[in-house]
């Protein structure tokens, strides 16, 4: 089946500090990979669609700025968190899309901004 | 938008009891998708409908696509405290951008 390999699983950074979240798809190639924000006792929430090759489109009140994709090969997307703050602190997951087995999901990245 | 209603918020149930868990929407969707999510990890497919009045299983699970195209549900017999986790429905928006839309998810607790 399709494998998403999302790391790291877990980071703690200094508030202002940037952080970088890869998402790698091991055996299939992803011309889009999505990511995702959820905060606790909460749903998945779209951020963003990462295309390889052009420009991610953001969902609409994601400032792309402060959260910055970058899909430059079919087989790697990357979430960079910049100055973060406390308030970023959340769960970020990705998900790959294929043909024969849909969406498959990261495990997860857990961010904490002390 | 396109939205998924996703009941119950949560269940708390004992061992060996059945559970039964739906999502509606105003909408249609052509594909319903089922997810458990573990805590700390992604969320997990556990049954793909892609067709009205689909009913399949998948071990303990079983899922419907309803006639209407508006509404799934997912059963889960037997349960055992593994079954813990947060279980979404999902499916593709209207948008055709492959973007997935998801419930709000319902918590199961398995009471050993």
């Known amino acids: 089946g399709a494998v998403v390999s999302q790391h790291p699983s877990w980071v703690i950074c200094k508030s202002g500090t940037s952080v970088k979240i890869e998402c790698r798809s091991l055996?299939?190639?992803?011309?889009?990979m999505f990511w995702y924000r959820q905060f606790p006792k909460q749903s998945l929430m779209l951020m963003a669609t990462?295309?390889?090759?052009?420009?991610?489109?953001?969902e609409q009140g994601v400032e792309k700025d402060k959260f910055l994709i970058n899909h430059a090969s079919l087989t790697l997307s990357t979430l960079t968190v910049t100055s973060a703050h406390p308030e970023d602190s959340s769960f970020y997951i990705c998900s790959g899309r294929t043909a024969n087995y849909g969406y498959t999901f990261g495990s997860g990245t857990r961010l904490t901004v002390v | 938008g396109q939205q998924l209603n996703q009941s119950p918020q949560s269940m708390f149930i004992q061992e060996g009891e059945d559970v039964s868990m739906n999502c509606t929407s105003s909408?249609?969707?052509?594909?319903w998708l089922w997810y458990k999510q573990d805590p700390g990890e992604g969320p997990v497919l556990l049954i793909a409908?892609?067709?009205?009045?689909e009913l399949t299983s998948n071990g303990r699970l079983t899922a419907q696509f309803g006639i209407t195209r508006k509404d799934s549900f997912l059963n889960i017999s037997a349960s055992i405290p593994s079954d813990v986790g947060i279980y979404f429905c999902?499916?593709?928006?209207?948008?055709?951008?492959?973007?997935?839309?998801f419930g709000q998810g319902t918590t199961l607790q398995v009471k050993p």
């Open positions: 055996d299939f190639q992803a011309t889009t």
């Open positions: 909408s249609i969707f052509n594909t």
């Open positions: 990462s295309n390889e090759g052009s420009k991610a489109t953001y």
């Open positions: 999902a499916g593709p928006g209207s948008s055709n951008t492959g973007k997935l839309i």
């Open positions: 409908l892609y067709k009205a009045g």
